[in-house]
């Protein structure tokens, strides 16, 4: 999968280093002890409150919507082959609604599929009927 530029100059930047980042034995734990770490959640009683990995996931899926990608590519970017399981990720809240709302009062009448001309020719076609 390719990285955003953004990303590869930052990595760039990075003196580079060797071995894997996570072991893959158990990432909860290590994704915990990382976020401990930086300054990203804490652990009290063995239990970890912070970011989670799939926060992470859920952004950017959330990303991908705010510019415009199809959800059937922003599925395959994520990995999600079900779409019950990208719904989940997918989350739209108030200011998604607002902004839509807003979008749709912005454009042009012409431009929308219940113009007064769309109106008119769709009661025709049922008279037809």
């Known amino acids: 999968m390719p990285l955003p530029d953004v990303l590869v100059e930052m990595l760039r930047k990075l003196d580079p280093k060797e071995g ?34 799939h926060d992470l996931r859920r952004s950017a899926i959330k990303n991908l919507m705010k510019v415009g990608v199809d959800e059937k590519v922003a599925m395959a970017i994520s990995g999600h082959k079900t779409r019950s399981v990208f719904d989940r990720y997918h ?15 912005a454009a042009p009448v012409k431009s929308l599929a219940f113009s007064e001309t769309s109106i008119r020719q769709a009661h025709k076609r049922r008279q037809l009927k």
Not at 36 to 47: E, K, M, S
Not at 91 to 105: G, P, Q, S
Request: hydrophobic share 45%; glycine share 8%; net charge positive.
């Open 20 to 53: 894997r980042v996570f072991d893959g034995t158990n990432l909860r734990k290590a994704w915990s002890n990382a976020s401990v770490a930086v300054g990203l959640g804490t652990l009290t009683r063995l239990r970890y409150h912070g970011f989670l990995i």
């Open 91 to 105: 989350i739209v809240d108030d200011a998604d609604v607002i902004n839509v709302i807003r979008k749709v009062e």
